[in-house]
């Protein structure tokens, strides 16, 4: 962002910050108008509706992703794809771009029922498979790749990442200081007062009270370690991409990935 | 399930035609009281709070996977592998199994904040890579698997079946039948009453109204075909699994895997 940020950059960044504090489902026009300073009437002159503000706030991050895309295009292939996969690693101190992505998620869930709302997941999804398969085709030009299937190898690419995400942020518990931490209750068991003795032992269909510990299951950690994201990430790497090279072209660190995508503003 | 099943069977029946039907923020006691022609102060008997009811529904399926996958666990290493990928594929046509896991989704989002529903969500994460690692160290008892990392390997499998199944669902609009269908609005610009004009336009960062389509990414399909979990599917065994084998080992088609879960009923 430059130095002078627009009136819709200072929107944006509101929505940015409100819904890592409310989720979707609970936001409102007034914690966005709290959250950059404005008043609700000059959103609501900008944006009709809730629903505007956010499918124009999903525009703006995809677009922002597309900036970002783009500013390392003339990278080497290889480079390139190090960073993407890098770029989908989450820290475990990374509470705020968790909650951030939990909000998402959250919005991601209205795709199937909103089709401006799936218009932009659509769109994010040919940026990221359009991306993965640009730096292949580029790749397989230079020689840094041998041929592979594009197409079936970006959607494998961006699945796995993808899903470390979610399993990621979805498994993590707050711990006080942002993830967790919601402004507000999360609304379970709205509208339903206490009127009886509970029994949720009735839901075992077996009655045996098996657990995974107790089934079959191999035991392994309680999650991947140090978390979801890097763990996949760095097996993306190994098991994905080191078997796309040409012989003879090494296969940049994890670390070489994540440092070239974090010398960009984070934003996302 | 038996042939007479049980009120608790009847019950968690109904939570999952509800949640089909209406999706987690919205559904209701009494929602779930119609889907399965019990009485809400019956439910309320057994369950004080939908949080209760949805907690204890989630314990359910996940118990219903757990016998599910015990029913297999005397098979041969490599066809539980591809039957375990093949569960994860979702048809085009699945709009039922689609509608009722972005319900899941939406639970799954509350994860951070709700620490009942997050020990289910461990629960079942935990479920999942220990079947892989389990299917992994049989394998490679036997002579099926080469000597592999099992840990990275479950949490890479489990990740990458996931990824593509959250796309999919969220990706696919409705069509009237089934998915995109719910019984009620979907919330979205709740309480915010339109009284300006909008212009997202401002939300587009460079003003450039770049589009994927417009900028650098190679332009890919629409979305991955035929869903987006049959290519990745396809994509796992051929790319993750197919290194695993020892040799001499052949890999299963991903049809025979879909084939062997798919003789179970169908609950989830």
Request: aromatic share 6%; net charge negative.
């Amino acid at each position: 962002m430059s130095d002078q940020p627009s009136a819709a950059e200072e929107i944006m960044d509101g929505v940015y910050r409100a819904l890592r504090a409310h989720g979707y489902a609970d936001v409102t026009m007034q914690d966005i108008a709290d959250e950059c300073s404005k008043s609700k009437s000059l959103l609501h002159y900008h944006y009709d509706t809730k629903e505007d503000l956010l499918v124009a706030f999903l525009d703006y991050v995809i677009t922002d992703s597309e900036a970002r895309i783009r500013a390392h295009a003339d990278e080497p292939p290889i480079e390139r794809l190090a960073g993407f996969v890098g770029w989908f690693v989450f820290e475990a101190d990374a509470v705020d771009r968790e909650a951030f992505h939990i909000a998402l998620l959250e919005l991601r869930t209205q795709g199937p029922f909103n089709e401006r709302i799936r218009e932009q997941l659509v769109r994010s999804d040919r940026l990221l498979r359009g991306t993965v398969a640009d730096i292949l085709e580029s790749g397989i030009e230079n020689g840094t790749f041998r041929e592979v299937d594009v197409e079936e190898t970006a959607a494998l690419v961006v699945a796995t990442l993808d899903g470390a995400r979610t399993r990621q942020i979805t498994l993590t518990g707050g711990d006080g200081d942002g993830a967790g931490d919601r402004d507000e209750a999360d609304g379970a068991g709205d509208g339903d007062e206490a009127d009886g003795a509970g029994d949720s032992d009735e839901a075992d269909a077996d009655g045996d009270g098996a657990t995974a510990e107790g089934g079959d299951a191999t035991a392994v950690d309680d999650l991947p370690e140090p978390t979801y994201t890097r763990r996949v990430a760095e097996a993306t790497l190994q098991r994905i991409v080191a078997p796309l090279l040409a012989d003879g072209v090494a296969l940049p660190s994890l670390e070489d990935g994540i440092a070239a995508m974090s010398r960009d503003d984070e934003t996302e």
